[in-house]
């Protein structure tokens, strides 16, 4: 008995499994006390309750503890091989029905040992084929096999002359060698327990000569030879003898990989190979194992030959498929009394055959054989009773498997019930619109529907019919209306289109009887009832409003349900959007104003182009302007040529929609012309087409070219001809190129609106060459070493060399002379040429002028300059050098000068070289000066350091001899302590500093003074007060601050200074400060000072 119990899970339904019992392997061997868990879930409301079956027997946890049940799972413990081997079954139930799982098999893997029987010796000849028997023992589980020769672990390998078939477990040796005797031993594996078992040893061993004679003497009655046996017992050669093989025909599931054994003995051993019957290549899914004694292949044939001859054993695969599921089965819902068709499909191979059941059981087909048919799968029942309610399963099934589908059919028997599907409660439509009234009670069998309105029945209004007379002359046609109450006709033959022809029989009450008449028109009802119960009423009048009521009716009983229609004003749009034509960057407003029934919310909702605009987004271009509640005008504010396109505007209430719209058309600066193409180009000219591009509703009035060149600053405008280019010219020629260089070019669009978007570039071309034109310029020169003639120049730029091969024709004569030198400089980079010549005189005046050529030829020669050939260099050095130490990293070096000027050498000035004592010559510091002085300063040096000096005179020839090497050591640096414990106090406009004295340290100069440096705070410049002394008074201001630091200096230079003070600005007449060497005072000290100062007052 059950009970249907409310739960959470909402809409009550039968049981439907979710996870169904898998078989399960035990090994017997390791049993102990493991369990064994059968899985089964099922989903329905109220939850399932579920009951276990062993080979078809319930089992029952109560009798026996080691069953247990959690869930819908079932559980057993302490197993046992011989109790619970079998099928298992799981059934789920509740107050719907009844379903069963697929069965689950629970097994036991076993392996028992070998029989422990000696096993006879086999006797072979030498080259003869043999088969050792494995004979494995009783087991349960897959078996892999492997022979041990000899003793362990010494195992046979398989090769092309040994197999081991994995089918039987026996190995084969195709062609035995002496190398084979010895003893033999299966080794049994069982593949789920991973046991193994060793057989009895099989001697194997060959067969003496005495023994094959005695052998032939016993069977032929005296000494007779074998073809097939030489002299010393050796096997004969003999045809392959295949003794592994399959059968003809090998079922095989598709998809599957099937594994085919073929082997053979002969003398010489055999090849196996393997091939299709048809003669096809094997594919790549073929694979051999290392004996080619194992075929995965879907279709085969094998072939055993050697020398002798050859065998074939021949194999076709049958497929096969367990069934699978097409068509599945779905829960339905039947009122009582009506038909139910169920089908369940499946395909499979060979095809399957199909069983139902109901609650579980297959006894309900024998209790109303006249109602309930099955025939290939299809379950028929007519007239549904409530009886008929259950859980249905098919199972469709073949010898390779089977599949399980089920659904609940649920009979219905209920009066009209409106709980779950009210009339709506408020209905509004529009005048003139129609409606439907859905009425959508549950009940079952389906009934009848009628409707109120108020308080009387609703009439369908009267459909009527137009009929011509066929049957006399076309002038005496006789047209008639029938109203539908009048006529009575078979449905097929009313035509569903009022418009067309159709010849039908009517009888008619009042009219002609079995007269022929012609149906012309159906005038449709303006209020009906649809085939669902809604009522649906159309070109809705306010005289509709009211309340209407749905009673439906069946056997079981009566209900209805109650609504009101509401009938409300039409929306109209007063004022609709307008078609403009607009230039870029305008803004403008689009109108939307309507008219509506002021009890309806009203929405505006704008599109563009399809899509709807979203006033959130869109940069904030559109903006809602519309201030009253009828109007929903927008704004586009700086109209761009993106916002062309159809704008609408829908208008929405709860009973009606409409919607108006308009084209804006925004003009702008014309799109990018497009394919420019370079049509011809010379080496000044180029000749440019292109296609224009859109518009933007403005025309095109001018067209500008613009070049661009790898040594151009980005794009120019170039010159053409035409000089103006209309807007309907698209083809051009641009001049004043220069040649040999790469262009670029684009064309740019005008309009009465602006200027366009540039075209994208055209194909880079490059300019034909030609002889060049421009010579280089700042031709100049002098200087170089002795003999030489240096000419310098600025090389022309790339863009002006008008060819390939660019170089130089350097011209030079002496002044005076009439022939010219020459020479070519084959760079285009070069700026300089020098002439060599030891009889040159130095400073010998040169005409010279520079040219030009390239892969064409010569250009032109540049105008003539004159030049000096190079001077000498100095030929004296100077003397009385002379060097003092001016600080510890100052010195500073005199000398007596040369004579500065002669007609062969100059001096330009003089080249100091200065390097310490413990230094390389080398690495000399060099200090060169500009003219004729005597004396430099070489500053940077380190202090108390021995240095070395000599002086040179340079000119643009080079340098002359050096003076003597003089020496000097610099003074010991100043003191590295800075001055310490600074105070300072002021009286009026005083300031009166003082610090303690600096010490130098050993390798340091005694300090000879101190430098107090000042300045306004205001102020960048500073000013210095030295003293020999520790304190100072310095006449300020009272009313600024000053910043102030003190450095101490010495013979070795200034030293480090003091933290930097500030005076501050002093209302009182006295104030006394300190520096420290950490920090400023803090403002406890600061007062402590203060008031000590006021005490001495």
């Known amino acids: 008995v059950y009970f249907l119990l409310p739960t959470d899970s909402g809409a009550l339904n039968g049981p439907a499994f979710t996870q169904q019992p898998s078989s399960i392997v035990f090994s017997v061997d390791s049993l102990g006390n493991r369990e064994a868990v059968f899985n089964c879930e099922a989903e329905g409301n109220p939850p399932p309750l579920y009951r276990w079956k062993l080979n078809g027997t319930s089992i029952d946890p109560k009798l026996d503890s080691r069953y247990s049940f959690f869930g819908g799972n079932l559980r057993i413990t302490h197993l046992n091989k011989v109790k619970d081997a079998g099928t298992y079954q799981c059934t789920a139930s509740n107050a719907f029905g009844t379903i069963i799982s697929r069965e689950a098999t629970l097994q036991f893997a076993y392996l028992e040992p070998f029989k422990l029987q000696t096993r006879s010796t086999v006797s072979v000849r030498e080259g003869q084929g043999v088969v050792l028997l494995c004979g494995p023992p009783a087991h349960s589980g897959e078996l892999t096999y492997s022979w041990i020769f000899n003793e362990?672990?010494?195992?046979?390998?398989?090769?092309?002359?040994?197999?081991?078939?994995?089918?039987?477990?026996?190995?084969?040796?195709a062609k035995v060698e002496p190398s084979d005797v010895g003893n033999y031993t299966c080794v049994v594996t069982n593949s789920v327990t991973n046991s193994k078992v060793q057989g009895p040893p099989t001697p194997l061993v060959l067969r003496t000569d005495e023994q094959i004679e005695r052998e032939r003497d016993t069977q032929t009655g005296g000494p007779k030879w074998s073809s097939q046996v030489g002299l010393e017992g050796v096997m004969g050669e003999y045809e392959p003898k295949i003794e592994v093989q399959f059968p003809e025909i090998v079922p095989a599931a598709r998809g599957s990989t099937v594994k085919l054994?073929?082997?053979?003995?002969g003398n010489p051993v055999p090849t196996i190979s393997w091939r299709r019957a048809d003669g096809i290549p094997l594919s790549r899914r073929v694979e051999l194992n290392k004996s080619s004694g194992v075929l995965e292949i879907p279709y085969f044939q094998c072939v055993a030959e050697n020398s002798r001859g050859k065998n074939v054993a021949k194999g076709k695969l049958t497929f096969y498929a367990p069934p699978q599921l097409i068509e599945k089965l779905h829960d339905?819902?039947?009122?009582?009394?009506?038909?139910?068709?169920?089908?369940?499909?499946?395909?499979?191979?060979?095809?399957?055959?199909?069983?139902?059941?109901?609650?579980?059981?297959?006894?309900?087909?024998?209790?109303?054989?006249?109602?309930?048919?099955?025939v290939n799968g299809v379950l028929a029942i007519t007239g549904l009773a409530l009886s008929d309610s259950g859980m249905y399963q098919c199972i469709a099934e073949n010898k390779h498997g089977e599949k399980h589908t089920s659904a609940e059919l649920r009979v219905m028997a209920k009066a009209p019930d409106f709980s779950q599907n009210l009339l709506k409660k408020q209905t509004l439509v529009r005048e003139g619109g129609e409606v439907v009234i859905e009425c959508k009670p549950t009940m079952s069998p389906r009934g009848m529907i009628t409707w109120r309105k108020g308080n009387e029945a609703l009439q369908e209004n009267e459909r009527n019919l137009m009929l011509q007379d066929t049957l006399t002359s076309a002038d005496q046609k006789l047209g008639i209306f029938v109203p539908v109450h009048s006529w009575s006709i078979h449905q097929a033959l009313l035509p569903s289109n009022g418009g067309l022809l159709a010849t039908v029989i009517v009888s008619l009450a009042g009219y002609l009887n079995c007269c022929a008449w012609t149906y012309v028109h159906s005038f449709p009802n303006r209020i009906s009832v649809l085939e669902d119960g809604s009522l649906w009423i159309s070109n809705v009048t306010k005289s509709d409003s009211g309340s209407y009521t749905c009673i439906a009716r069946n056997r079981f009983g009566e209900a209805g349900s109650t609504g009101s229609l509401f009938v409300k004003d039409p929306t109209v749009i007063t004022v609709p959007p307008s078609s403009m034509d607009v230039t870029v960057g305008e803004s403008i407003v689009l109108q939307c104003q309507v008219l509506h029934d002021p009890s309806l919310d009203i929405k505006f909702t704008w599109f563009f182009n399809g899509q709807p605009i979203n006033f959130g987004s869109h940069k904030g271009y559109f903006e809602k302007v519309g201030g009253q509640h009828s109007a929903g005008d927008i704004m586009i504010r700086n109209v761009q040529l993106r916002d062309s396109g159809k704008y609408t505007c829908v208008v929405q209430t709860n009973v009606d929609s409409i919607s108006a719209g308009a084209d804006l058309i925004v003009r702008g600066p014309p799109g990018p012309p497009e394919s420019i193409r370079v049509e011809e180009i010379t080496d000044t000219t180029a000749v440019l087409s292109w296609r224009p591009g859109p518009d933007n509703h403005s025309p095109i009035t001018i067209y500008t070219i613009q070049a661009r060149t790898p040594f151009s600053v980005g794009w120019q405008a170039v010159t053409t001809v035409p000089e103006v280019i209309g807007g309907r010219q698209l083809?051009?020629?641009?001049?004043?190129?220069?040649?040999?260089?790469?262009?670029?070019?684009?064309?740019?669009?005008?309009?009465?609106?602006g200027i366009g978007e540039p075209s994208k570039p055209s194909r880079k071309a490059r300019s034909k060459e030609t002889l060049p034109k421009v010579t280089p310029s700042n031709v100049s020169g002098g200087g170089g070493?002795?003999?030489?003639?240096?000419?310098?120049?600025?090389p022309v730029p790339e863009e002006l060399q008008n060819g390939r091969e660019f170089?130089?024709?350097?011209?030079?004569r002496p002044l005076g002379a009439t022939s010219w030198m020459k020479a070519v400089v084959p760079s285009a980079d070069a700026s300089k040429y020098v002439f060599k010549d030891?009889?040159?005189?130095?400073?010998?005046?040169?005409?010279?002028?520079?040219?030009?050529?390239?892969?064409?030829?010569?250009?032109?020669?540049?105008?003539?300059t004159t030049i000096f050939s190079a001077e000498e260099e100095p030929g004296r050095a100077p003397n009385k050098v002379r060097a003092k130490s001016l600080s510890a990293y100052e010195i500073e070096v005199s000398w007596k000068p040369i004579p500065w000027n002669t007609n062969r050498r100059r001096v330009l000035g003089y080249e100091l070289?200065?390097?310490?004592?413990?230094?390389k010559e080398e690495t000399a510091r060099v200090v060169r000066t500009q003219g004729n002085r005597t004396s430099e300063v070489i500053r940077g040096l380190k202090g108390n350091t021995l240095y070395y000096i000599t002086v040179q005179a340079y000119s643009t020839a080079g340098v002359g001899p050096s003076s003597n090497i003089v020496n000097v050591t610099t003074r010991k640096p100043p003191p590295s302590q800075p001055p310490l414990k600074v105070m300072w106090i002021t009286l009026n406009s005083k300031v009166i500093l003082n610090w303690e004295h600096v010490k130098a340290l050993e390798n340091e100069s005694e300090v000879t003074g101190y430098k107090v440096l000042y300045k306004c705070n205001k102020q960048s410049s500073t000013n210095v007060v030295e003293t020999n002394t520790t304190s100072v008074e310095l006449s300020l201001p009272s009313d600024e601050e000053y910043i102030i630091q003190i450095k101490p200096f010495s013979d070795g230079g200034e030293g480090r200074s003091s933290k930097q003070i500030t005076i501050p600005r002093i209302s009182g007449p006295k104030a006394i400060g300190s520096a420290s060497k950490v920090s400023t005072l803090s403002a406890l000290s600061t007062i402590a000072l203060s008031f000590t100062a006021r005490s001495t007052l």
């Not at 499909?345 to 069983?355: E, I």
């Not at 070289?913 to 230094?919: H, I, Q, V």
């Open 807 to 812: 170089g130089y024709v350097v011209a030079f």
């Open 731 to 753: 083809r051009a020629t641009v001049v004043d190129l220069n040649p040999w260089v790469e262009y670029e070019f684009r064309v740019v669009a005008s309009n009465a609106v």
């Open 152 to 173: 362990y672990p010494s195992f046979v390998q398989q090769d092309t002359r040994r197999f081991v078939s994995q089918k039987t477990g026996n190995l084969y040796i």
């Open 913 to 919: 070289r200065c390097w310490a004592s413990k230094e």
């Open 332 to 374: 339905v819902h039947k009122p009582i009394d009506d038909n139910l068709v169920w089908e369940c499909k499946a395909s499979g191979k060979p095809k399957p055959s199909y069983r139902w059941l109901k609650n579980g059981e297959y006894t309900f087909l024998s209790f109303s054989k006249e109602r309930i048919q099955v």
């Open 785 to 794: 070493s002795r003999s030489e003639l240096v000419i310098t120049w600025e």
């Open 838 to 864: 030891e009889s040159m005189p130095p400073l010998s005046p040169f005409e010279v002028k520079v040219g030009v050529y390239n892969s064409k030829g010569e250009g032109p020669f540049g105008s003539t």
């Open 261 to 265: 054994e073929c082997f053979a003995l």
